[in-house]
């Protein structure tokens, strides 16, 4: 069967901001783009070896109606929520926490000097699992497979399956209803990957160093740059003169009314409301 090849519909250029206490931090998926990635939420890059660009961190602060995905790439963060649970997240680890219900939690650097650098992205819940009871899937780096690429780098796997002709590899995530691919990829100069994708899933590519041509046009998408690709199952991709490091973000998009604000990620108004009512009133989770 031919594989059809998706094509570069957008592109966004990460924005420079802060969040939590002075965190400096790129932010790429927005409440901006209007759930134009759905059930992408929001993609946020931070990475400073400044200590004060983060010694800040995020304290206590809560969520509802999503899951959180942090994933280190240099440094280390503790984190610890109202339930009593605690996790230390390394370089290479993830955490993928479902706050549904609600979560109260602080992400907080566990360094005063060097680099800390990671991603955090929100992907939706669908409206009946919102008010699931939270749960956590966290992974040390040594659990998520890393396939070695014939002419030079590596795909990480956590989420989805990558299909080649002779294996399937499998990341560690698992139990989620939209169907997540979450890959970390390194691409030599002079290199070509074509990634499957299910034809139904909304698919986003972010580059984080280098640059990256898009198939056989032109286009090229540059460190800091998001690209959403539309209609086909696979993704072709390739480099010029320079390495590449980017993330593959797909998953089933959800076609749920979606009203954000703030910490809190549901389907009316009604229900931000009393999200915030159940948060000063102490019964958030």
Do not use: C
Request: net charge negative.
């Amino acid at each position: 069967m031919n594989k059809q090849t998706r094509q570069l519909a957008a592109v966004i250029s990460g924005q420079d901001t802060s969040d939590g206490v002075g965190v400096r931090l790129k932010r790429i998926v927005s409440q901006q783009q209007k759930n134009a990635f759905d059930p992408f939420i929001l993609l946020d890059e931070f990475g400073s070896d400044e200590p004060t660009d983060y010694i800040g961190g995020f304290p206590d602060h809560p969520h509802r109606g999503f899951e959180t995905v942090t994933y280190m790439l240099a440094g280390a963060m503790l984190h610890r929520d109202h339930l009593g649970n605690e996790g230390h997240l390394r370089a290479g680890d993830v955490q993928w926490m479902t706050a549904a219900h609600g979560i109260i939690h602080s992400e907080m650097p566990e360094q005063e000097n060097g680099l800390l650098h990671g991603f955090q992205l929100w992907i939706n819940l669908p409206a009946k699992e919102k008010m699931k009871p939270p749960h956590y899937q966290d992974f040390a780096a040594e659990k998520i497979p890393r396939l070695a690429l014939a002419d030079g780098g590596y795909i990480k796997v956590i989420a989805g399956d990558y299909v080649t002709e002779t294996q399937t590899i499998s990341g560690p995530v698992t139990g989620v209803t939209t169907q997540p691919l979450y890959f970390d990829v390194l691409l030599s100069p002079k290199q070509q990957l074509d990634i499957p994708i299910n034809p139904q899933h909304t698919a986003l590519i972010y580059v984080y160093q280098g640059e990256l041509a898009i198939g056989a046009s032109d286009r090229i998408l540059q460190a800091g740059q998001l690209g959403q690709f539309i209609n086909g199952d696979n993704i072709q991709l390739a480099t010029q003169q320079q390495s590449a490091q980017f993330l593959v973000l797909a998953a089933l998009p959800l076609n749920e009314p979606v009203v954000q604000s703030g910490p809190f990620v549901m389907n009316s108004s009604e229900e931000i409301e009393q999200a915030f009512r159940d948060y000063r009133n102490g019964v958030l989770t």
